[in-house]
């Protein structure tokens, strides 16, 4: 095999111009300091959108440091390898997406390319051997079908000449029927399915960040994830490695993303369908988990639909319901299917927000802003926000965020209730969220700092914590005009949030900002928000500069490392892999599904804006 000969075969199978925008940069970073889920790297795994996954199993691998190209599978598998030796390095990478490798230096290659959920298809050129390792047994045989076959218990390696694949399996005899079934496959036939969906990606006028918008597209694509359990369609996951299961706010972002992928024709399980009507099943699998009472849970298994909630996450369902309802509309679906959506989500979504409004009201019933149980339940698990909550439980500390997401939910609710005809639900709605909004404006916001900011029920204090949260009140229509000026200064003073990697999560200055997490890195979905929050104020040369500055960084540490990363330093001082977590020096997790799916969006809206500026 000659496998310079392959990727010219495949520059012949994918459209010219998208071939060389093929994600192509390794990234064997995986964390060194192991995070208290398990471990996180440059994911690599078979996409529910193309069949069958199963997440109780999570077999999904990680490249590792070294030796190059070589997996490693961790999490429900236990830690477990298989080894590429070789003199390659990863100059030599000419594909890596996450589910198809290819790396060749004319004389020693391999390509890897996942042909069914439980099956790791690969085939090696030269000197290059591949086997099996880790803290488990290996014991090896020779099939009665001429298979060289390994085993790592439910980990096997059987190999065939310059063949070879990678099977799960809970038994030895069934890994080796598997690994024949699949070595039936022409691997170029394979890996022409798996790059399929770049033929399809938009094309961007700056292709400089076009190999990255096809990176989020990749990682989108991997934690995509078929039925399974309790959730009966497809579904979508933060990372299948660690955080692994569905959670409500991360599944919202992801569905505005899909919303926006066209996806082209296949034999996997996604078919002839949309972009919108994947992204339609990400929120509809969230929404059938609910409890009896209507709560929604910050993180549901295929097993554990439907049970109480305890602890739920930031109400976005309603806002990726009404954009995916506008999608439906603008790709000229069929007008009833669309409202069907509606009709299907209105009450669930109704049964929703009241729980999040009679269980996380102002326990003092002063007003009608909401407060978080604990910094978990907000997403911004470890912000200084929670680190003096009242000695009566954070419940007491009446949160900006939950309260401007409530308040846009109700009046996306309002329209919803329009396009269902339902005028009383359309008033009741308005009322919510204008009675919010003006309890947001009035109660939350300092004059002299020129910040909104969480506020103590107790005794009426503001907590004077310089969050990134205090931006965004910018995204109500009703925010007082004279503040805007002031939250702008605060967005590009450094010493705020105009960090050299805009927006800090607290500001540059506070005395405990630092790296960890949601004490100080840039997120892109707080970045995002603050963004859409500053169109709605028509200040889009502001909302193109947020949006411009954060791709820059994820574009920068995308080149040299090969991933998108959950958070990033937001003085861009310190490597990304290197920053911590929950004070773990591990770094933020790779290949973080949000991160992608807004680097998707982030870059179609720059690239719109492009095009109107040019015309």
Known sequence: LNMAAVVVSLALLCVAQQQQHIPSVWGGNTSNDPMPLGCSGQMFGFSGLDGSTNEEVDFVALFKVAPFASLRFCGALGDRSMTVDSTLNPSHTQIATNDVFVASDGSQGIQMAWAQGNALLGEVQGDVKVSLSGHFPVTSELSNSGLSCSSSAPVHLCQSSSRFVLVYSVNSSNAEQIAQNVLQNNISDVIKSRLETFSQ?????????????????????????????????????????????????????????????????????????????????????????????????????????????????????????????????????????????????????EGYLMWDINNRGDPTKKSPLLSWTKGTESGMDNSQRFDNCPKEGCSYMLSVDFSVFLAREAHLMSELAGFLQNTSGAAHWTNISQSISTAIHSELWDEKTGLYYDKYATNGDLTMVPAVTGLLPLWLEDIPQERIPKLLAAMKDADMFGTAAPLATVAGSYQSFSTDMWRGPMWLNTNYMVSLGLVTHNLTAEATSVMQETMDIVLKYYNKYGVIFEFYDSKDEHDPRTLLRKGKLSGGVRDYHWSAALTYLMLLDLDAQANEEST
């Open 201 to 349: 990606t938009p094309q961007l006028r700056n292709s400089s960040f076009q190999q990255l918008l096809n990176k989020a597209v990749s990682i989108m694509r991997v934690n995509a994830l078929s039925s399974e359990g309790g959730i009966k369609q497809i579904w979508s996951t933060p990372d299948r490695v660690p955080h692994r299961w569905m959670w409500l706010w991360d599944s919202c972002y992801h569905s505005l993303a899909m919303d926006k992928l066209p996806l082209p024709p296949g034999n996997g399980l996604s078919g002839l369908k949309r972009g919108h009507t994947t992204a339609w099943e990400y929120i509809k699998s969230v929404m059938d988990a609910a409890a009896p009472d209507g709560a929604i849970a910050i993180e549901r298994t295929p097993i554990n639909t439907g049970t109480a909630v305890t602890q739920t996450q930031p109400p976005l369902l309603t806002w990726a319901t009404h954009e995916n309802y506008q999608q439906c509309m603008k790709e000229g679906s069929n007008t009833t299917d669309c409202l069907s959506r509606v009709q299907f989500a209105y009450s669930r979504l």
